[in-house]
Every structure is written in C-alpha cells, then in structure tokens.
C-alpha cells in the first residue's frame, strides 16, 4: 500500500504505519515537525517514510496513486472550504476501492446533544480552575467561535464532506471527549 499522512507532525501515525506498508508520504506544513519525523524515523530505523513540509492546501498528487491517506487532530485547523477541498481531493488521489480515515476533535457550536456535552464539560474542567482556567475559557471562545487556528466541524459534517465527494461506507465513531473518527471508501466502479 502506498499511504499519505495529512499534517503528520512527528510522525505518530506515520511512524506505525511504515513498517505496514510499502511507504508512506508523510505531509506537515511545519518543517520542524518534518525534521522530527525524520530523526525519529531514522531512530528507528525506518527507510518508507518520505517528508514533505507544504501545506495541506498546497500539495499536488498524482490521480489514483494512494490507497490509505489518514490525517489525525490536524484538519480542524483548515478553514471549511479547504475541508471540503480537501477530501474532493483525496478522492482523486485515492485508487478504487481506497480508503479516507481521519481522526480529529468533532464538534459543531452546540447545534447537538454531543455538541452540548463537550462544551459543557470542557468549561466544567476549566472553570474548576480558577482563573487560569476562566481565562482559557475566554482564549478558547476567541479560537473556536472566531475560528481561527481551531476551525472543528461536527461528525455529521464531516461524513457530509465525504458523501459529497463521493465516498461510500462513510461511518463516523466517537471515541473519547470531542475525539472522533469518520471513514469512507472510494467506490470501485
Ligand atoms: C495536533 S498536530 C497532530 C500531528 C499528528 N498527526 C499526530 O497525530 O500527532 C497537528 C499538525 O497539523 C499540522 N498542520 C496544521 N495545519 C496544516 C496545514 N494546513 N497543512 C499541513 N499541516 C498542517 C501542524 O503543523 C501539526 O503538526
């Protein structure tokens, strides 16, 4: 399998993967994180990792040449019509029958229950802790409801971003707190 990494970091998945497949193309806009995935691949002794410090926004693949692209806790930061962008893209990378799978914090501004219950239990953690506490809750109300830097949509947006595009078996799990994954395939025609 021919694997791509969105926003790798130093590699925790990529790192896991490589010794699975035939290679992996690990992408990070930060070129210090690129620079740890390869010290830490070299640490350990892996040789399939390619680094690629560009902007998910940025990159160009060849059509049909993947056959897994996962990305974790990384396509939040990309503002929704690069989200949507994004997976179209995918899909035209991806090979028949290739999968997208990304795990990410998912949660809307509390238009649902799920949504409702990570607010209101991330400002419980928060405010118990005094006023370092209240003033992440006024930091991180700059970040999510301004949207910038943290740009999270809900499970349900995100399997609509994957329908679009044209994936299918696209099913969503919750796994702790706002963490979620959403997956999909591409359809063999
Ligand atoms: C929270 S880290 C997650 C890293 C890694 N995937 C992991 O599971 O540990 C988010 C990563 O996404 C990268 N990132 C953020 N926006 C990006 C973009 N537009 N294009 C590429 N990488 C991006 C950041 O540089 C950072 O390394």
Known sequence: ?????LGCGSGQLSLRIAPLVHEVLAVDLSEVMIELLEQNAA????TNIE????????????????DLVVSNYALHHLRDKDKTLAVKQVS???REGGHLVIGDMMFGRGGDARDRE??????SVMLKKGPG????????????LFRFQERPISMRAW???????????VTATAVVSEAAVVRGTKPQR
């Not at 640490?43 to 892996?46: D, E, F, K, M």
């Not at 990570?118 to 400002?123: A, D, E, Q, V, Y």
């Open 159 to 169: 399997m609509t971003l994957f329908e679009e595009a044209g994936f299918i078996d």
């Open 133 to 144: 506490g209240w003033w992440r809750i006024a930091k991180n109300a700059g970040r999510y």
């Open 92 to 94: 035209g990378w991806l």
């Open 43 to 46: 640490r350990a002794g892996i």
């Open 51 to 66: 680094g690629r410090a560009i902007p998910i926004e940025h990159l160009r693949i060849p059509e049909a040449t993947i």
């Open 1 to 5: 399998m021919r694997v791509l990494d």
């Open 118 to 123: 990570i607010i209101t239990s991330k400002l």
